[in-house]
């Protein structure tokens, strides 16, 4: 791939992944068990403006993960407009869940987990850090959040 566009600036950046955050459905959800197995998976996701929900499985090592590690990195886009995303995790039963998150993901897939199994759980992940970047000539500046706070 030759690189004809100068890079993106960090507003514009920002700009373009939080468009992505509200545009997309599916994004790579990575998680490691407490021996360091690692285990990635592609989920639906809703984003309501500050957090991710996304709904799986407790009996599955990505529910088991996400609720037993309390971190993740999630990841959209393919090698060349790349967005990674390290959040904190907190799980909720489908009792527990806000009734505006299960909606949003009703609404947005088409699935309302709340009629499934008992097993499924939805899992709030709160940003901490957030890179973004397409090629290489975007990679200083590719830090869009840190500890939670947007830089730009």
Request: net charge neutral.
């Amino acid at each position: 791939m030759k690189i004809t566009e100068p890079p993106r600036d960090p507003r514009r950046r920002k700009d373009d992944v939080l468009a992505r955050f509200g545009r997309e459905s599916d994004l790579w959800v990575a998680t490691a068990d407490a021996d360091g197995l690692p285990c990635l998976v592609a989920l639906w996701f809703v984003w309501d403006g500050a957090c991710f929900w996304v709904c799986t499985r407790l009996t599955n090592p990505t529910g088991r993960n996400l609720r037993d590690g309390g971190r993740t990195r999630l990841a959209l886009g393919d090698t060349r407009d790349v967005v990674l995303v390290d959040g904190d995790v907190e799980t909720f039963s489908r009792a527990q869940v806000p009734g505006t998150a299960a909606d949003a993901f009703a609404a947005r897939t088409g699935w309302d987990p709340r009629a499934d199994a008992d097993s499924y759980a939805y899992f709030r992940i709160r940003p901490r850090a957030v890179q973004a970047w397409s090629g290489v000539h975007e990679l200083p500046g590719r830090h869009l959040m840190r500890d939670g706070a947007w830089t730009v």
